[in-house]
Each structure stands twice: as structure tokens, then as C-alpha cells.
């Protein structure tokens, strides 16, 4: 399933507390792929806390609690990191993170918990979601199987990585232009996780966690072009962080992109690669006018300029990236029919 419609998943789940309709969700995915921050933006969204519990790191102890003596009877103290509606609020996240990496013991001693929603006396608030995340077997990673009877108490859903939500999000968490445009220009690169190349000593990969770290390194030492090849390939790989040196060396050459949002004339590259890399651009100036009083202009400009491309399918994908990020408002702008028309018969089939 896509990000974007487990994201929607984990939402309807997270309302269905209220209604005592709740299934605890189990996601499943290699690592690097995005599971415990889609959990983390649900939270946002509700302004609610997230308690992240690692069950790896973990004794059977510490979620049953400690016994102690009243009399002749022993009760138990209940943990304090399990949520508690007086301390942490009635509505919040219980995430049980890396679960399969957790001793069967522990899982085990999780099984009433998530279920149940208790444990002895103790009880989650009615308003808190379960979901748990975890890597599969064949990921190379510390992962356990999962016991039937504690598979048995969530519902399964694996995550898949997608480019156009990873850039949808790239544009909205202020990503470096110059790392979307090369992933749209080697889309295979969004994620490329080998088993098989960690058992030879290869540790960074592609993926989407990754590439966030790539354009940390990108903003770091992007100025220093004898480092930034090595930053890149600590990030993503040898392979993929050589590849986007190059692709960064190379959007030196891209045109005016002042000249183009201000409609402006402005040459078009017939390079496959420097296409992809003005197309990211101009999305990123289209996002960054999206409150200003210019707005209407700078994308009608952007526009006029994606009919130009040689290729209509990178003006499409450009205009498509930019509905995703400023919405209808597109539509109103006077160029975008004129675009539409364009491309018509690329965008409708028999």
C-alpha cells in the first residue's frame, strides 16, 4: 500500500477510538521506508503525544510492571511509559515500534496489552490508537517471527514506497530541488535496498529516510564539490551517491529561472536529466509563491513554459507536481486550460 493510503488508513483508525471501533495495525516494510513517520504525522495532525515503546529494548518486566506486597496480596505498579490519561491526555498513539526485533518473551508478555487493551488492572485509555511497525524476515535485519497468536491480534498492512508521495512530501518538508529532480530522473533510485550487498560490507542505501539524509549532506557540502560525492555515497550508496554528484555538477547549466517565472524569455534544455532538474525547480518556486500576491502569475508563467518542454510528458509530470502541492487553485489560473488543451490526448484514452 501507498504512503499516502496508509497514512489515510492509520487516520480512520486513529478517529475510530472514539467510536470503540479501533484495530491495532501492524505495518510491515524494509527499513528506511517511512512506517514511524507516518505513524508521527498522524499524531501531528491531532496534536496528540506519541508513546514509542521499542519492545527490542525491553524485559517482560517492563510492561507488566513490578510486584509489590499490600498486606498478604502482591499487586503490581503499573509502568509509567504506558499511557495514562491524567498524565499523557485521553487521546494519544501507543507505537510498538521495531516489534519483530522483540524477544519472543516480550512479545508474548505484549499479547493482553494489545488485544485486551490492558494488562492486569491496568487499562489503555479508550482514546489512544495501537499501531506497531516492523522489518520483515528477509530484510537482513534483528527480526524475530512474529508468534501467530500476537499476529493474530492486529491487522496487516505493508507499506510500499511511491515516488509521487515521497515528492509531495520532499516539497512540502522543504527538500533540496536539485534531490527531487534526480530522483525524478532515476526513479529506480527512490529505494534500492540489496540484502545481499550489507552481507558484503555496503551499509548506506537508497531510500526514502536516506535521501532526506542526502540533502542534509547536499546543504553541508554543497559547496565543496571534492567532498560532496563522498557525503552523498556515506548517505545513499556508492553507486547512487556518485550518479547525484554528477546530476548536481550538472544543473549548473540550467536556464533562467528567474527569467521564467517572471515570464521572461528563457531557453529549454533538450537534456533529458536538465529537464528533470528544471521541472523540480520550478515547482519548488511555484510552492515558495504560493502566499504571496504573485502567486496567479509566477504559475501561469510555469505553465506557459511546461508547454514548451520538448518531451509533453515532463510537462505533465511538472504540472502534476505542482497541483499536488497548491491544489485547485491551479485551475483557475488563465494559462491552465491552454495547457490542458495542449495535452489533451496524452491525458484521455479510449
Known amino acids: 500500500m501507498r504512503p499516502a493510503q496508509l497514512s489515510f488508513v492509520l487516520e480512520r483508525e486513529f478517529l475510530s477510538t472514539a467510536e470503540g471501533h479501533h484495530t491495532p495495525v501492524m505495518l510491515w516494510g524494509p527499513p528506511g521506508v517511512?512506517?514511524?513517520?507516518?505513524?508521527?504525522?498522524?499524531?501531528?495532525?491531532?496534536?496528540?503525544p506519541v508513546i514509542d515503546l521499542r519492545l527490542s529494548q525491553m524485559e517482560p518486566s517492563d510492561l507488566r510492571g513490578i510486584p509489590f506486597r499490600t498486606g498478604d496480596t502482591v499487586d503490581w505498579a503499573v509502568p509509567a511509559l504506558l499511557p495514562d490519561a491524567t498524565r499523557h491526555g485521553p487521546r494519544g498513539v501507543l507505537f510498538l515500534d521495531e516489534i519483530t526485533s522483540a524477544p519472543p518473551a516480550v512479545a508474548a508478555a505484549a499479547y493482553q496489552l494489545i488485544l485486551d487493551r490492558r494488562l492486569g488492572d491496568y487499562h489503555i485509555p479508550a482514546g489512544w490508537a495501537i499501531f506497531a511497525a516492523g522489518n520483515r524476515q528477509g530484510d537482513r535485519?534483528?527480526?524475530?517471527?512474529?508468534?501467530?497468536?500476537?499476529?493474530?491480534?492486529?491487522?496487516?498492512?505493508?507499506?510500499?514506497?511511491?515516488?509521487?508521495?515521497?515528492?509531495?512530501?520532499?516539497?512540502?518538508?522543504?527538500i533540496d530541488e536539485r534531490i527531487i529532480g534526480f530522483l525524478r530522473f532515476k526513479p529506480e533510485l527512490i529505494f534500492d535496498f540489496d540484502p545481499a550487498r550489507s552481507l558484503a560490507g555496503e551499509m548506506a542505501f537508497p531510500s526514502p529516510r536516506s535521501w532526506e539524509f542526502a540533502h542534509r549532506a547536499l546543504t553541508k557540502f554543497g559547496d565543496?564539490?571534492?567532498?560532496?560525492?563522498?557525503?552523498?555515497?556515506?548517505?545513499?550508496?556508492?553507486?547512487?551517491?556518485?550518479?547525484?554528484?554528477?546530476?548536481?555538477?550538472?544543473?549548473?547549466?540550467?536556464?533562467?529561472?528567474?527569467?521564467?517565472?517572471?515570464g521572461r524569455p528563457a531557453a529549454v534544455p533538450t537534456e533529458i536529466d536538465l529537464q528533470y532538474a528544471v521541472a523540480a525547480a520550478l515547482v519548488g518556486r511555484a510552492l515558495r509563491a504560493r502566499d504571496t500576491p504573485q502567486a496567479?502569475?509566477?504559475?501561469?508563467?510555469?505553465?506557459?513554459y511546461a508547454q514548451r518542454l520538448p518531451l509533453r510528458e515532463m510537462g505533465v509530470?511538472?504540472?502534476?507536481d505542482l497541483h499536488r502541492g497548491v491544489g485547485a487553485k491551479l485551475f483557475a489560473v488563465p494559462q491552465f486550460s491552454g495547457w490542458a488543451h495542449a495535452v489533451a490526448d496524452l491525458m484521455l484514452y479510449d
Open 34 to 48: 517511512g512506517k514511524s513517520q507516518i505513524v508521527a504525522q498522524v499524531a501531528a495532525r491531532h496534536a496528540v
Open 141 to 174: 535485519g534483528v527480526t524475530y517471527a512474529m508468534p501467530a497468536p500476537l499476529a493474530n491480534r492486529f491487522s496487516h498492512f505493508e507499506l510500499d514506497v511511491n515516488l509521487d508521495d515521497w515528492v509531495s512530501w520532499a516539497y512540502a518538508s522543504g
Open 224 to 262: 565543496r564539490l571534492d567532498l560532496l560525492g563522498g557525503a552523498l555515497a556515506a548517505c545513499v550508496g556508492q553507486a547512487a551517491g556518485i550518479e547525484c554528484a554528477a546530476y548536481v555538477e550538472s544543473v549548473d547549466r540550467l536556464p533562467d529561472l528567474d527569467a521564467i517565472v517572471a
Open 296 to 304: 496567479a502569475e509566477v504559475w501561469g508563467h510555469i505553465l506557459d
Open 317 to 320: 509530470m511538472l504540472v502534476s
